[in-house]
C-alpha cells in the first residue's frame, strides 16, 4: 500500500504531529511511504521517507525541499513541463490540534477528492471542543465527568468543588492544563488557560480514579483495540505526553472484569458510529464504580495509537477500503433550462 502522512501545520501541537509522523516510518514496514509535511505558514512540502529526522524540521532545512501544490485529486509537484501528482493509495491525516483535527484538513480532502483517514468535518468539529464532545456524548446517552465551561469574559466563579482541573476547550497534550487544589492557585491557573483559548472546561480532578483507553475503528466489522490502563501519576504533562506520542510498541491489556470491558467497548461503538466512520479514535474512559464515564475523544491520537493494536498495517489497509463517501449530487441545469423555455430567452 502507498500511504502518505500528513503533518506538521500551524499548531500548537506542531511537533508532537512531526514525532507521529517518524513514528509511522517505524511502524508501517510493509507500505510505501510519503511524507507531505505543512509548516508554520501552511505550506506544502514533499518530504522522502529516506530524509525524515526530526532536525530537518528544526533547522529549517526542510525548505530545501520539493514544494506542493494542493488541486482536484491530490497534490502535484510544479514542474516545467506539466505538474506531477503524489502518487498515493490513501492519505492519513495526521496532524495534532488546529488544522487537522478542527476539520480544516478534513474538509480540504473532501474538496479536493483525496481518499483519506481521519475523522470528516462534523466528527472533527465535535471532537475538537471539549464542550461539543461532552453535549454530542450526553445527547446519544453517555455519561460524562461532571464538568464547568468558562469564556474568558465570564465571571470567576467557580461551581465545583476543589481540587479541580482547568482545560482549554480547543487543546489536548495537556497545553494549558491545571490541576488546582484551593482557591489561591484560580486565578494564575485560569490565566494560563485563557493564554490559549477564550473557553475553558473545568473538571473535578478524581484522585486515584481508574482510567482506561479503548482504540478502534469500524472497516466492514469492528476493529477494537486492547484496552489500556495508561500509566498513571497525578497529572501527565506536556513534555510526558510528548514522549508518549512516539509509542511503536504494543502494550499490555488492562486488567479488569468482563463487565466493565464489554461497557468500554459498547461505549466506545456508541460515540463511534456514524460519526467517526472512516478513522481510528481513541477514546479515553474513567470509571467510578461500576460507571463508565467519557473523558476525552482523541480524534487523531498520537502515532494513530498503533501500540494498541496487534496488527495495525494491515487495519490500516481495510480501513483503506471502507471508507465513508459523499453522495454524488447531479447537476444538469433543468430548473435554468426551465426558466429560459419558459421565458422564451436564453438569458434570465
Not at 117 to 143: D, H
Not at 193 to 200: G, Q, R, S, V, Y
Not at 265 to 270: A, E, P, S
Amino acid at each position: 500500500m502507498n500511504i502518505s502522512i500528513l503533518f506538521g501545520a500551524s499548531s500548537y501541537e506542531h511537533e508532537i504531529s512531526i514525532v507521529s509522523a517518524i513514528t509511522m516510518k517505524k511502524v508501517l514496514k510493509k507500505s510505501e511511504l510519503t511524507f507531505i509535511f505543512i509548516d508554520k505558514d501552511r505550506e506544502f512540502y514533499l518530504i522522502e521517507s529516506s530524509t525524515i529526522n526530526s532536525k530537518l524540521f528544526s533547522s529549517g532545512q526542510y525548505k530545501k525541499c520539493k514544494k506542493l501544490t494542493l488541486k482536484q485529486g491530490g497534490f502535484f509537484t510544479n514542474r516545467i513541463f506539466g505538474d506531477k501528482i503524489v502518487s498515493t493509495d490513501i492519505t492519513i491525516n495526521l496532524i495534532h490540534g488546529r488544522d487537522g483535527e478542527d476539520g480544516k484538513m478534513a474538509s480540504l480532502m473532501e474538496f479536493y477528492n483525496i481518499p483519506f483517514i481521519s475523522p470528516r468535518l462534523e466528527a472533527s468539529v465535535i471532537s475538537y471542543n471539549k464542550l461539543y464532545t461532552k453535549l454530542f456524548a450526553q445527547s446519544i446517552g453517555v455519561s460524562v465527568v461532571e464538568y464547568q465551561h468558562l469564556s474568558k469574559s465570564d465571571e470567576r466563579l467557580l461551581k465545583l468543588s476543589y481540587p479541580v482541573i482547568i482545560k482549554p476547550v480547543r487543546l489536548g497534550s495537556s497545553i494549558g492544563v491545571s490541576i488546582v487544589k484551593d482557591k489561591s492557585e484560580l486565578d494564575y491557573a485560569l490565566d494560563v488557560a485563557f493564554e490559549f483559548d477564550n473557553d475553558i472546561i473545568i473538571e473535578p480532578f478524581i484522585d486515584g480514579v481508574k482510567e482506561y483507553n479503548q482504540a478502534g475503528l469500524k472497516s466492514d466489522e469492528w476493529e477494537l483495540s486492547i484496552i489500556e490502563e495508561p500509566q498513571k501519576e497525578e497529572f501527565l504533562d506536556f513534555e510526558k505526553k510528548y514522549m508518549d506520542f512516539s509509542r511503536d510498541s504494543t502494550v499490555i491489556s488492562a486488567s479488569l472484569s468482563k463487565e466493565i470491558e464489554v461497557k468500554i467497548q459498547n461505549t466506545f461503538k456508541k460515540l463511534y458510529d456514524p460519526l467517526f466512520l472512516g478513522s481510528i479514535i481513541r477514546c479515553d474512559f474513567f470509571v467510578v464504580g461500576d460507571e463508565v464515564l467519557l473523558n476525552e475523544i482523541n480524534p487523531i491520537p498520537g502515532s494513530m495509537a498503533n501500540y494498541l493494536f496487534k496488527d495495525f498495517e494491515d487495519i490500516l489497509d481495510r480501513l483503506s477500503k471502507n471508507l465513508p463517501k459523499e453522495r454524488n449530487i447531479v447537476i444538469d441545469y433543468q430548473y435554468i433550462h426551465s426558466i429560459q423555455s419558459a421565458k422564451g430567452k436564453s438569458n434570465l
